[in-house]
């Protein structure tokens, strides 16, 4: 795995910030992967982390709805912060309500999904000054090569150019 340093950097200064941390990008380029690496890191230095991935169909039936979202954190809230992990939100109904209240919890809610709905009027407006976006591209050649190396595979830039 590709460790998107660049990315996580510019995240660190927030990660206890009461702003809902949203992670943006086009489909694959790696949001979801850059979530679970700062999920990681959070939990290397024994931070209290609870990840949801809305795409299981398991998750979604469990937790369908933002009064169900915060009743499920609520449960697992103890003394310490928690860091929350939403991967593909846009999956709960009314998930923009949960965020405007979870923020107020003693949580870091970290985000990822569909730029659309992310990044919708009502969304931008509704919590206009309570988060931070940061735009995740797909790899550059630097780490399609690393990648690759990882991978066994030789890797050249026309094959970066073509794929």
């Given at each position: 795995m590709i460790i998107r340093e660049h990315y996580i950097?510019?995240?660190?200064?927030?990660?206890?910030?009461?702003?809902?941390?949203?992670?943006?990008?086009?489909?694959?380029?790696?949001?979801?992967?850059?979530?679970e690496q700062v999920q990681d890191e959070l939990k290397a230095e024994g931070k209290n982390c609870l990840f949801l991935d809305f795409d299981l169909k398991p998750i979604r039936n469990m937790i369908p709805d933002a009064d169900a979202l915060i009743?499920?954190?609520?449960?697992?809230?103890?003394?310490?912060k928690v860091y929350l992990f939403l991967d593909e939100i846009q999956n709960v109904t009314d998930?923009?309500?949960?965020?405007?209240?979870?923020?107020?919890?003693?949580?870091?809610?970290?985000?990822?999904?569909?730029?659309?709905?992310?990044?919708?009027?009502?969304?931008?407006?509704?919590?206009?000054?309570r988060y931070i976006s940061f735009r995740v591209r797909p790899f550059v050649y630097k780490e399609s090569r690393k990648y690759a190396e990882q991978s066994g595979k030789p890797y050249s830039i026309t094959d970066y150019l073509i794929w």
């Open positions: 950097k510019q995240m660190r200064p927030f990660y206890d910030s009461d702003l809902v941390k949203i992670i943006t990008g086009i489909r694959r380029c790696g949001k979801s992967v850059i979530l009743e499920y954190v609520k449960v697992r809230l103890g003394k310490e998930w923009n309500e949960a965020c405007r209240t979870l923020r107020l919890y003693n949580c870091s809610v970290f985000i990822s999904g569909s730029n659309s709905k992310l990044l919708s009027k009502e969304f931008t407006k509704e919590l206009s000054g």
